[in-house]
């Protein structure tokens, strides 16, 4: 269907005044400075998360406000911030008596569950360094964390341990304690582990935060595995200037929300912004314990009268791929903002969020390395479907393009396609690569800060992606971005999702293949793929369409949920497939 190229806002899309309005004046005022002033910061002096999130308002009038909603299969469960301070204090008290300090690294092996949120404050209060993994991951990537992060500590749960860790225990020496959380809230009784909810219940509820500086590491965490082995990205207490500001700005956070991420902790923004964010600005979130269900989430989003959504296109994308006459069983009339993360958002799903939740979705561009968002599309703004949207306050992007002599300088032209850079400083920057100084260094060059993404910027300042540097297809000369392919493909009414790799070939250097899985109601035939091989072609053009077209029904992704384009290059070349890591098991 062809759609106009924008989405404008006027002052009726805006329920609420927007934290960004002035975007140019808010720029070229902004002051990180400023931002810290914002912040508490320790009463001794120093910086600490888990103050900022916590501490600062169980002392005040957030006392008795609802922090965290857990929702389960069957029940509910409510932590306000009072209680959530008392919890996370006693968490830090179990770790002082085990003998576990500040800078020593703590993993955690769970689902959503409340003691995952109470262990993540509460090691940050201890100083420890917190390093969440996913529940689904199996023994060998566990284990391959543990031991780079040379773990002190795991917190897992019963079934968890005993499916995945007791069979790898005895590679990992450096791990002094394991922590059990109970079915049911039963206590555990495993040998060589320890009873999480015992030691909670007899530690203290008062504790004094370990003194922590903003240079002080928080966060271990790893990157998706998306174009290789994962990296280790050390993170900060500094980070939380980024987290409350991204959080004012680009979330468009306020005091009254009922604010629910959907991602994982295992994966950065199930941490920065499924914890920390929405924690600073004193909001409300929910948290679903459970497994992605299309009916159930439509059901969570009416039912719990959230607010501010923010969820990734892989979700969307499922949601699409369900149909809409589920959504339209429910209403969202307190849904203000929607907002997406994680892989380019492509303009069909923008649209499909107006359509079908009466509200466009807002695509935001950021990496485990950035800490944080970074570019984005915030509520008071006109959406160009198929952009990221632009550098929030604070933050300085650029295209860039490298010198021979290895230098790096930005391009000045409008729709340049160039690597994407960031001017280095933003207070959640990544601090290193966890044993890998080499690959951490390779990320800058001066003043730049590289991503490894290929995108281009407009006249108008809006950001396009264009692809990861390692996707990017060569093709009778022409540089062609995967994920122009995948939107055109997507188009189509049949087409749920799409990966386009580049396939080796000796007259053009790499042929466009596409990868694609259908949406409910819609067969693989040959005349299908011819009718797909047309309409791209239409879109896009010879030279830049797909000559080929495979049907799977689906396309293999990490656990945060994104094409894993690398495998299906690998699959179809039959090359070895290399770290699967993070590959999420269908
Ligand atoms: P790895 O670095 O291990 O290959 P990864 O890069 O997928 O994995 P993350 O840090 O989770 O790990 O993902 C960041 C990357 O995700 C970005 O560099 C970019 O390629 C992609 N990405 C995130 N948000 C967007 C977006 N809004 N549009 C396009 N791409 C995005
Ligand atoms: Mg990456």
């Known amino acids: 269907m062809d759609r106009p190229s924008i989405i404008r806002k006027t002052a009726a899309d805006l329920r609420v005044p927007p934290n960004l309005s002035d975007y140019a004046a808010t720029c070229a005022t902004f002051?990180?400075?400023?931002?810290?002033?914002?912040?508490?910061?320790?009463?001794?002096?120093?910086?600490?998360?888990?103050?900022?999130?916590?501490?600062?308002?169980?002392?005040?009038?957030?006392?008795?406000?609802?922090?965290?909603?857990?929702?389960?299969?069957?029940s509910s469960r409510d932590i306000r911030y009072g209680e959530l301070s008392r919890l996370t204090n006693r968490f830090a008290n179990v770790l002082k008596a085990l003998g576990v300090g500040k800078g020593e690294r703590l993993f955690l092996l769970s689902g959503r569950i409340p003691e995952l949120y109470v262990t993540v404050l509460?090691?940050?209060?201890?100083?420890?360094?917190?390093?969440?993994?996913?529940?689904?991951?199996?023994?060998?990537?566990?284990?391959?964390?543990?031991?780079l992060g040379?773990?002190?500590?795991?917190?897992?749960?019963?079934?968890?341990?005993?499916?995945?860790?007791?069979?790898?225990?005895?590679?990992?020496?450096?791990?002094?304690?394991?922590?059990?959380?109970?079915?049911?809230?039963?206590?555990?009784?495993v040998p060589g582990t320890?009873?999480?909810?015992?030691?909670?219940?007899?530690?203290?509820?008062?504790?004094?935060?370990?003194?922590?500086?903003?240079?002080?590491?928080?966060?271990?965490?790893f990157t998706s595995g998306t174009t290789g082995t994962p990296k280790g990205a050390m993170h900060v207490h500094g980070a939380v200037a980024t987290h409350w500001a991204t959080g004012k700005y680009a979330l468009d956070l306020h005091?009254?929300?009922?604010?629910?991420?959907?991602?994982?902790?295992?994966?950065?923004?199930?941490?920065?912004?499924?914890?920390?964010?929405p924690l600073l600005h004193g909001v409300t979130s929910i948290v679903d314990e459970a497994d992605f269900d299309a009916e159930r989430w439509y059901r969570i989003l009416d039912e719990q009268k959230v607010s501010v959504w923010y969820t990734a296109p892989t979700a969307i994308r499922m949601l699409m791929k369900a149909g809409a006459e589920i959504a339209r069983k429910h209403a969202y009339p307190s849904l203000r903002f929607v907002a997406s993360v994680g892989e380019p958002l492509n303009p069909e799903a923008v649209w499909w969020g107006k359509e079908v939740l009466g509200l466009p979705i807002h695509d935001n561009w950021w990496q485990t390395e950035t800490g944080g968002i970074m570019i984005a599309n915030t509520p008071a703004f006109d959406i160009k479907p198929g952009s990221m949207g632009r550098p929030l306050p604070g933050i300085e992007a650029a295209i860039v393009k490298k010198e021979s002599d290895?230098?790096?300088?930005?391009?000045?032209?409008?729709?340049?396609?160039?690597?994407?850079?960031?001017?280095?400083?933003?207070?959640?920057?990544?601090?290193?690569?966890?044993?890998?100084?080499?690959?951490?260094?390779?990320?800058?060059?001066?003043?730049?800060?590289?991503?490894?993404?290929?995108?281009?910027?407009?006249?108008?300042?809006?950001?396009?992606?264009?692809?990861?540097?390692?996707?990017?297809?060569?093709?009778?000369?022409?540089?062609?971005?995967?994920?122009?392919?995948?939107?055109?493909?997507?188009?189509?009414?049949?087409?749920?999702e799409a990966g386009v790799i580049g396939k080796p070939d000796e007259v053009v250097g790499e042929v466009v293949k596409a990868f694609v899985s259908l949406k409910k109601?819609?067969?693989?035939?040959?005349?299908?793929?011819?009718?797909?091989?047309?309409?791209?072609?239409?879109?896009?053009?010879?030279?830049?369409?797909?000559k080929e077209i495979d049907f799977l029904p689906s396309l293999p992704r990490t656990r945060s949920g994104k094409i894993m384009r690398r495998l299906l290059k690998a699959r179809e070349l039959g090359l070895p497939e290399g770290d699967t890591s993070t590959l999420e098991s269908s």
């Open 194 to 221: 320890l009873d999480f909810g015992t030691l909670m219940a007899q530690a203290s509820d008062d504790f004094t935060i370990v003194p922590t500086g903003p240079e002080d590491l928080s966060l271990l965490h």
């Open 406 to 496: 290895g230098k790096v300088s930005p391009v000045d032209t409008a729709d340049t396609e160039g690597e994407l850079a960031l001017k280095a400083g933003w207070p959640s920057m990544l601090r290193g690569y966890l044993h890998n100084e080499e690959r951490y260094k390779k990320c800058f060059a001066g003043e730049w800060y590289l991503t490894g993404d290929l995108a281009k910027r407009d006249a108008d300042g809006w950001f396009w992606f264009v692809g990861r540097a390692d996707d990017v297809i060569k093709s009778a000369g022409h540089l062609i971005g995967p994920f122009e392919v995948e939107s055109a493909l997507m188009e189509h009414p049949a087409v749920a």
């Open 255 to 277: 005091a009254d929300d009922i604010y629910w991420c959907t991602a994982d902790p295992g994966w950065v923004t199930g941490t920065s912004y499924g914890i920390i964010a």
């Open 31 to 74: 002051d990180w400075d400023a931002v810290r002033a914002e912040l508490a910061g320790l009463p001794g002096g120093g910086l600490n998360i888990a103050h900022e999130a916590v501490e600062r308002h169980a002392c005040g009038p957030l006392h008795d406000k609802v922090a965290f909603r857990f929702l389960g299969t069957h």
């Open 150 to 189: 040379e773990g002190a500590v795991l917190v897992t749960t019963e079934l968890l341990y005993e499916r995945k860790v007791a069979k790898i225990r005895d590679q990992l020496p450096t791990l002094r304690h394991v922590l059990l959380v109970g079915e049911d809230g039963q206590a555990t009784n």
């Open 521 to 546: 109601g819609f067969e693989a035939s040959d005349t299908l793929r011819l009718e797909l091989l047309g309409h791209a072609r239409k879109k896009l053009g010879a030279a830049v369409a797909p």
């Open 122 to 147: 509460g090691s940050f209060k201890n100083g420890t360094v917190v390093s969440p993994l996913f529940s689904a991951f199996g023994p060998e990537p566990i284990a391959t964390r543990i031991k």
